[in-house]
Antibody
Framework: ELQLVQSGTEVKKPGESLKLSCQAS????????IGWVRQMPGKGLEWMGI????????RYSPSFQGQVTFSADKSISTAYLQWTSLKSSDTAMYFC?????????????WGQGTMVSVSS | DIQMTQSPSTLYASVGDRVTITCRAS??????VAWYQQKPGSAPKLLVY???ILESGVPARFSGSGSGTEFTLTISSLQPDDYATYYC?????????FGQGTKVEIK
């Protein structure tokens, strides 16, 4: 079955590190880009950036450059989103999503989302 | 970044109404626009890509149009399942952006 399965809810404190996962199945992981989308509570969708698992080519939105890191493990068809030092403003739902084909394309496959709550 | 200005932010409509949502891009983006539907607690669902191509499985009451800087999503006859929030997205170049969203509520 074609799907992206994300890791579970996280509750963290400011300053802590975090790594979210997004495991792909049902297609060849290294043939498609994987994007990340943030949705803060009660707010809209924000495109964070995108990664090509085959060679780890990565493009970040200017708003997220330097704030997060994307990576992937081809051997287990899994993409990652990580922080080294969380802030309370990182509290949000995070979705991974696969474009239809190339880097510039609509997202036709989405993960279920991971809720991250950061509070002291 | 290319800005996508979506309107209205909230729309009140009844079952059977024709509904139109608009997105305006700050620069010409040809046809590189997608539309998504999102319901509370769920991931977005792709409805339309390349401005006017209906994603497989999406009901024909949904349609998209436009090119350049002006784009619309139309629901020809609103159904109870269509009460949701809708987003446009431009994917013309790095970095991609979404509109602010339009919540369709019961009138």
């Amino acid at each position: 079955e074609l799907q992206l399965v994300q890791s579970g809810t996280e509750v963290k404190k400011p300053g802590e590190s975090l790594k979210l996962s997004c495991q792909a199945s049902g297609y060849k992981f290294t043939n498609y880009w994987i994007g990340w989308v943030r949705q803060m509570p009660g707010k809209g969708l924000e495109w964070m950036g995108i990664l090509y698992p085959e060679d780890s080519d990565t493009r970040y939105s200017p708003s997220f450059q330097g704030q997060v890191t994307f990576s992937a493990d081809k051997s287990i068809s899994t993409a990652y989103l990580q922080w080294t030092s969380l802030k309370s403003s990182d509290t949000a739902m995070y979705f991974c999503a696969r474009p239809r084909w190339g880097r510039f394309d609509a997202f036709d496959l989405w993960g279920q989302g991971t809720m991250v709550s950061v509070s002291s | 970044d290319i800005q996508m200005t979506q309107s209205p932010s909230t729309l009140y409509a009844s079952v059977g109404d024709r509904v139109t949502i608009t997105c305006r891009a700050s620069l010409s983006i040809s046809k590189w626009v997608a539309w998504y539907q999102q319901k509370p607690g769920s991931a977005p669902k792709l409805l339309v890509y390349e401005a006017s191509i209906l994603e497989s499985g999406v009901p024909a009451r949904f349609s998209g149009s436009g090119s350049g800087t002006e784009f619309t999503l139309t629901i020809s006859s609103l159904q109870p399942d269509d009460y949701a929030t809708y987003y446009c997205q431009q994917y013309n170049r790095d970095s991609q952006t979404f509109g602010q969203g339009t919540k369709v509520e019961i009138k």
